[in-house]
Structures are given as structure tokens and as C-alpha cells.
């Protein structure tokens, strides 16, 4: 652990640009289902986050591209 900084940048009243040392991403708040935001997030590393703000439920899955695998 340690610190980590992170510069964010609003763009409108949906999206957000957020910058660290290690890359990038960029999240999309949609609509709201009940009381929770839903948000998009999709980072440099091929991998987007479907969550529902404030219950702690979300979906990571990777977009694109095949797994490496071990050939020998």
C-alpha cells in the first residue's frame, strides 16, 4: 500500500475522465433504478465494471482479445 494520486476531469453531467501514474479510464453514470446509479466504468487494461452505486453489486469483465496462454 501507499499513496496513490488521482487527477479527474468532469466532462458534462455524464462522463468522467480519470488519470493516474499507472493509465486511464473513463466512467458513464446512467440511469437510476430505484434510489442507485448505475455506472460504466471502462479502463486502459481492456476491462469494463458494470456496479449499481452504494449496494456494493458489480460486474468486471474484459473486453476483447484472447487470453494468453502457457504453450510448450
Known sequence: M?????KSFKIG?????NKTKKGGSIS?????IGSKK????VNNKKKATVS????GISY????????KSDKK
Open 2 to 6: 501507499g499513496f496513490h494520486f488521482t
Open 60 to 67: 468486471d469483465t474484459n473486453l476483447g482479445g484472447k487470453k
Open 52 to 55: 449499481l452505486q452504494g449496494t
Open 28 to 32: 458513464i453514470e446512467g440511469p437510476k
Open 13 to 17: 453531467k455524464l462522463f468522467r475522465f
Open 38 to 41: 448505475v455506472k460504466l466504468t
